[in-house]
């Protein structure tokens, strides 16, 4: 995928860091009704002549924990992406010093988040300050 699918720019004011998304929200939503859609066929498949599993209110219950652990994360993260701080293309300036002799490193890295229901992978930039030398991630997070 080139940088330019990867969302719209908004063109902010001068001093604000210049920043994107990183999906369109139809990208996003089309993503997690995917996952979920999946989740649920396990749960209550679409065709008939494939059986439901499962004959107990606790086997009920961790069939619908499942379909959480699926859904929720990639919820998340498409979430996170669809965030304007997800993807500057400017890094703003020094949240240590102020500087504004600051610069975007090419490592991006994609830590990973455990939420309440799962693990959830966010895509985090990482910038550094030539007045003070320190790192920040410019997004925020
Ligand atoms: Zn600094």
Redesign the pocket.
Known sequence: MCVGMLGFILVASWKEPVMATLRTRQEARERVEEVFSAALDRVIPAEESKPLKGGTFLEFEDQIEELVRAVVPTLLEERAALDPNAKVEAPG???????R??YLRREVTQPEVLSPHGKAVVRKQHAR??????S?SPSGS
């Open positions: 300036r020094c949240p240590h010093c102020g500087g002799r600051v300050c030539r007045a003070c030398g320190k920040f």
